[in-house]
């Protein structure tokens, strides 16, 4: 299924022109991903939208879409990764812009959900930031949110609008399969992401799986220990694999505990390379060999570690794209 993915469309382009009854495709870029919206736009042979977003001298945001989307399907792309707020207000801002332009309908696709891992309570008086993040959107105009690798699946259900789930791993899986690496073991990063790893592993043959059981305190954000690995990846080649990395503690610690024990070699897989703080310096001094991550959020290069392999998700969002306005089944690319 993966070979589909990665094919551009043909010169008779239905996405172009209305065709059976279907409205023209017109794909919008809020300014968070720029290099992965023109690449989808690329896929498909469609240029990317025309839209004008400047600052205000006091910060506030000016938006303005330079072509008519009237009667449109409009596709935003555009993840709300660093800096979170700012990126989340400026798709807000773009979407209300088209829904007063008269789009006929609008699909954000959201590479990385910010304020995804706030998704339940975990202590008192605390927000369910997932919740008033999709509450936003839904208010704002959007029609459908397509999403990849959601920190939780559950917040598919906080939306009031159709969300199509994506999952990265066809395409982190057909790269660790061309490395020929023997005797893997899929590992998960704590107990919740056991499901992931297990999926991950099944598409390598039916690998093993090892999961590490992690604890964090309740009092502090971004700290973890790790205590004990269940599973046996002794000799092992061991591919951690979550969703997403952030200041990388989880799997720099991880990846030491997995070398303490005897791995023969780690590396690591995540759709999201978030990346802020110390996680450079980290994943740089651990036993990472490669850090597999996609481009769903963009690297600068000053928090980009030199252990760092990054791979496209732009053909896997531009055949959902396709299959969204066609009404083809998402799904089946999965299948």
């Known amino acids: 299924m993966v070979e589909t993915l990665i094919k551009k469309e043909t010169k008779e382009n239905p996405l172009l022109t209305q065709m059976n009854g279907k409205r023209s495709v017109k794909i919008f870029s ?54 979170v707020n700012e990126n989340v207000m400026e798709l807000l801002i773009v979407l209300d812009a088209l829904k007063r332009a008269s789009a006929e309908k609008i699909t954000v ?40 690798d959601l920190h939780a699946t559950q917040i598919m259900g906080f939306f009031d609008v159709i969300v199509d789930h994506l999952f990265a791993t066809p395409v982190l899986v057909e790269h660790i399969k061309s490395l020929g690496l023997k005797d893997i073991v899929v590992v998960s990063p704590d107990v919740g992401g056991v499901t992931r790893a297990r999926a991950f592993a099944k598409k390598l043959n039916d690998a093993p799986i090892a999961i590490l059981d992690k604890r964090r305190p309740m009092d502090k ?43 023969k070699e780690v590396l690591a897989c995540s759709t999201h390379a978030v990346l802020s703080g110390p996680a450079k310096d980290r994943i740089d001094k651990s036993p990472i060999t490669t850090l597999i991550v996609t481009n769903s959020i963009p690297v600068p290069p000053e928090r980009s570690p030199k252990k760092l392999k990054i791979l496209s998700v732009a053909g896997l969002l531009a055949e959902a794209i396709k299959r969204i306005h066609l009404d083809d089944s998402v799904s089946e690319m999965f299948s």
């Open 30 to 83: 809020g300014r968070a991903n720029i290099p992965l919206a023109k690449e989808i736009c690329d896929y498909l042979n469609l240029p990317l939208g025309k839209i004008n977003i400047s600052p205000f001298s006091d910060g506030e945001l000016y938006v303005q879409i330079e072509e008519s989307v009237r009667g449109c399907d409009v596709f935003v792309i555009q993840p709300t990764c660093t800096p």
């Open 221 to 263: 954000h971004n700290t973890v220990e790790v205590i004990n690995i269940i599973g046996e990846i002794k000799g092992k080649t061991c591919v951690m694999v979550d969703d997403m990395i952030d200041t990388a503690g989880t799997i720099t610690q991880g990846a030491a505990l997995l070398q303490k024990e005897g791995a």
């Open 109 to 148: 696709v959201m590479p990385y959900y910010g304020y995804g891992r706030q998704d339940r309570k975990a202590a008192g008086r605390e927000p369910i930031t997932a919740k008033l993040i999709a509450d936003l959107l839904s208010q704002a105009g959007t029609n459908r949110i397509l999403a990849l």
